[in-house]
T-cell receptor
Framework: NAGVTQTPKFQVLKTGQSMTLQCAQDMNHEYMSWYRQDPGMGLRLIHYSVGAGITDQGEVPNGYNVSRSTTEDFPLRLLSAAPSQTSVYFC???????????????FGDGTRLSIL | DQQVKQNSPSLSVQEGRISILNCDYTNSMFDYFLWYKKYPAEGPTFLISISSIKDKNEDGRFTVFLNKSAKHLSLHIVPSQPGDSAVYFCAASIRSNTGKLIFGQGTTLQVKP
């Protein structure tokens, strides 16, 4: 049982390049989300999904795309990387609140992304 | 506008003493609150939570207190141990809003042996 797995752990991109951050969970969680962590800012929600085929925007969605074709995977895409997207990205998952009540989110270990 | 605030960036306590971490929120719709602990190069780990229908929740050395009228919550760690040294984030959510979490900025706790 691996929990939430994020790949890669580190990545350096040039401005304008595109890439996909991968997130997979093996707990059959309905809810998945992406956060970014910047110094002094805590974690901010980028996008989230309440189930396969359903996604929605969080606090800071601009510059990022997501899709959820399976319960297990929730990739985050940067279409044209900008230096402002340099950050540490965390993926999280949990059971659905509507089905099971209060559910804490479980986090992956993060992807450190640098945009030059 | 930051809806969840942790006004103390850092806290240092002696091993065996009590650590008190504070968190304030502005949105009265929040009804579920959580504390996460984070070590360097790792993801946040869930520590303890509290529903707005309660004013206290305890789990071993960790107790969370909620004061709804003051829109304030605190995490007490007793006794503090060197392994508790980490960044602590409080988070808040509106249950009906699909569980989206709003995080504070974090407080770095150092427990000295």
């Amino acid at each position: 049982n691996a929990g939430v797995t994020q790949t890669p752990k580190f990545q350096v991109l040039k401005t304008g390049q595109s890439m996909t951050l991968q997130c997979a969970q093996d707990m059959n969680h309905e809810y998945m989300s992406w956060y970014r962590q910047d110094p002094g800012m805590g974690l901010r929600l980028i996008h989230y999904s309440v189930g396969a085929g359903i996604t929605d925007q969080g606090e800071v969605p601009n510059g990022y795309n997501v899709s959820r074709s399976t319960t297990e995977d929730f990739p985050l895409r940067l279409l044209s990387a900008a230096p402002s997207q340099t950050s540490v990205y965390f993926c999280a998952s949990s059971y659905s609140w509507t089905d099971r009540g209060d559910q804490p989110q479980h986090f992956g270990d993060g992807t450190r992304l640098s945009i030059l | 506008d930051q809806q969840v605030k942790q006004n103390s960036p850092s806290l240092s306590v002696q091993e065996g003493r009590i650590s008190i971490l504070n968190c304030d929120y502005t949105n009265s719709m929040f009804d579920y609150f959580l504390w996460y602990k984070k070590y360097p190069a790792e993801g946040p780990t869930f520590l303890i939570s509290i529903s707005s229908i309660k004013d206290k929740n305890e789990d071993g050395r960790f107790t969370v207190f909620l004061n709804k009228s003051a829109k304030h919550l605190s995490l007490h760690i007793v006794p503090s141990q060197p392994g508790d040294s980490a960044v602590y984030f409080c988070a808040a959510s509106i249950r009906s809003n699909t569980g989206k979490l709003i995080f504070g900025q974090g407080t770095t706790l150092q427990v000295k042996p």
